[in-house]
Structures are given as structure tokens and as C-alpha cells.
């Protein structure tokens, strides 16, 4: 039996959104389209990143106090500037632009079924976007490796 690639088991039919697609417009597009996750596509036609519920629901998470210590009158905060900004961020969400992750691990057309599988579990990713010559040309979600594994015993 011929081993499977990205090429076989990804979806072509994809569903995107733009980094100015707003918060509302993506919810709904979950629900409409019954998916868990979209890829983001620059103006260009560039991969710009993904978003997914996850993103979406991280926007209602609430914003905790930064923990501080106070260490000989100075105040040490024990998170960074840029964690509380982007949680700040996050809270204010209007686009796809505010909560999509940008850095985004891509497979190509012929990554084995083995490495999909190995990616997605050791780097906790719910989404692999295809690209063939640095174009986007399908997505790989959870449902796809399962349906894989599962026809291919």
C-alpha cells in the first residue's frame, strides 16, 4: 500500500479569511461552514497565518493582574511588557489581524502521513497549512490525519 502524503489527505476546498475579517464575520463563518479554523491570506495571496476557535474564544478569557514583586521599594514585574500588551490586545479584538497566530508551521504536498501526525502531536497544532512552491494549496485539520489512519488500516 502506497504511503500517504499531504497531497492526498489535505482539503483543497479552502474556506479563508483576511487579517481585516472582523471578530463577528469569523464566528459566524465557523458556525455557517461547521469548521474549526481558517487560514489567514495576506493581500498578495501570501499565507498571512491561521486563526481558530481557540483564537476566537481567547478573546473572552479574562485579563489576570500581572503578579509583581516588591523587592527593596522597586516593583519587579514577573511578566513582560509585551505579555500584557498582548493580552490587552487580545481582550480588544475587532479583526483576525488581533488574534491569528502569524507564525505558522507549514508542511508541503509530499510530507508522509507519519510526519503530519508527528507534527501536529509534539507541537499541539490542530492545523497544517500545505503549500506547494511557497503557494497555499490545502489545509490538513485533526479529521483529515483521523480519516487517513482510519482507511489506511
Known amino acids: 500500500m502506497k504511503e500517504l502524503r499531504a497531497r492526498d489527505i489535505c482539503t483543497r476546498e479552502l474556506i479563508t479569511v483576511t487579517p481585516d475579517t472582523t471578530i463577528e464575520v469569523l464566528g459566524r463563518l465557523f458556525i455557517d461552514k461547521d ?29 489576570h493582574i500581572p503578579t509583581i514583586i516588591n523587592f527593596f521599594d522597586a516593583i519587579i514585574p514577573l511578566q513582560s511588557d509585551a505579555y ?5 490586545a487580545r481582550m ?26 508527528n507534527i501536529m502531536t509534539e507541537q499541539k497544532i490542530h492545523m497544517l497549512p500545505v503549500l506547494s512552491d511557497g503557494i497555499l494549496t490545502g489545509i ?12 489506511k488500516r
Request: hydrophobic share 45%; with cysteine; net charge negative.
Open 35 to 63: 469548521i474549526s479554523g481558517a487560514p489567514v491570506i495576506a493581500e498578495d495571496g501570501s499565507l498571512y497565518g491561521v486563526v481558530t476557535e481557540n483564537d476566537l474564544i481567547s478573546t473572552e478569557k479574562p485579563f
Open 84 to 88: 500584557i500588551e498582548k493580552e490587552i
Open 92 to 117: 480588544a479584538a475587532v479583526t483576525v489581524d488581533d488574534i491569528c497566530v502569524r507564525d505558522v508551521v507549514t508542511v508541503d504536498e509530499g510530507t508522509s502521513l507519519q510526519e503530519i501526525a
Open 140 to 151: 490538513i485539520g485533526k479529521k483529515d490525519v483521523i480519516k487517513a489512519i482510519a482507511t
